[in-house]
């Protein structure tokens, strides 16, 4: 167990339609990064936030957008969904700032189907 | 970050030692050799890090080459908890973390009873 916690675990919605996955962070952890995992493109970065800042943005599509409150749980908003975005998405915490911060944690994952 | 390349699997037999390769021929000074590993269904789990010693943890042991630009994981008597995509990565310290980590495609090693 990493102390990381996404919800929901598993999400299946329509073609067009809008989700919200949640990532809880470990306790003490101010940074957040979101990946997307899919079978044909491996782990990709999406986001990363800092103590409720974004700190550095990766592949991130213009219809997904994320946040981070200030008790440091973090959504991925993702909208007008497409077939293309069924995948895993996993968030990770870690202790530190933009600078080296040694490892992430990551949890176990949302898995999103859209049909 | 710098790439790194690593074989795109391994297979190794139960309760023998592995040696996982990763080619990093660009490594700057102020990179960071870092290994995940991503067990079916799970999400990327740290292993362990180094910049230019050896290192050894209760999971692993890492060599890393005197010029830098290779790297090996080692686990010492692989279980069949230990098949997963194992991934090298470099973290580069300076003005580094804010992206996270750069995956590759990784090594897939397969442990046979």
């Known amino acids: 167990d990493s102390g990381v916690t996404q919800t929901p675990k598993h999400l299946i919605t329509a073609t067009g339609q809008r989700v919200t996955l949640r990532c809880s962070p470990r306790?003490?952890?101010?940074?957040v990064y979101w990946y997307q995992q899919s079978l044909d493109q491996g782990l990709q970065f999406l986001i990363h936030y800092y103590n409720g800042e974004e700190r550095a943005k990766g592949n991130i599509l213009e219809r997904f957008s994320a946040q981070q409150f200030p008790d440091l749980h973090s959504e991925l908003n993702l909208s007008s969904l497409e077939l293309g975005d069924s995948a895993l998405y996993f968030c990770a915490s870690s202790v530190g700032t933009g600078q080296y911060t040694g490892e992430l944690f990551f949890g176990e994952g949302s898995r999103l189907t859209v049909l | 970050d710098a790439k790194t390349t690593q074989p795109n699997s391994m297979e190794s037999n139960e309760e023998e030692p592995v040696h996982l390769p990763c080619n990093h021929s660009t490594i700057s000074g102020t990179d960071y050799i870092h290994w995940y590993r991503q067990l079916p269904s799970q999400g990327p789990e740290y292993v362990i890090h180094?910049?230019?010693s050896n290192v050894n943890n209760r999971m692993a042991s890492l060599a890393i080459a005197e010029d830098r630009k290779s790297s090996t994981l080692i686990l010492h008597r692989a279980t069949l908890r230990d098949a997963a995509v194992y991934y090298c990565i470099l973290r580069d310290v300076v003005g580094g973390g804010a992206d996270g980590l750069t995956f590759g495609k990784g090594t897939h090693l397969i442990i046979q009873p």
């Open positions: 180094g910049l230019t």
């Open positions: 306790s003490g952890d101010l940074s």
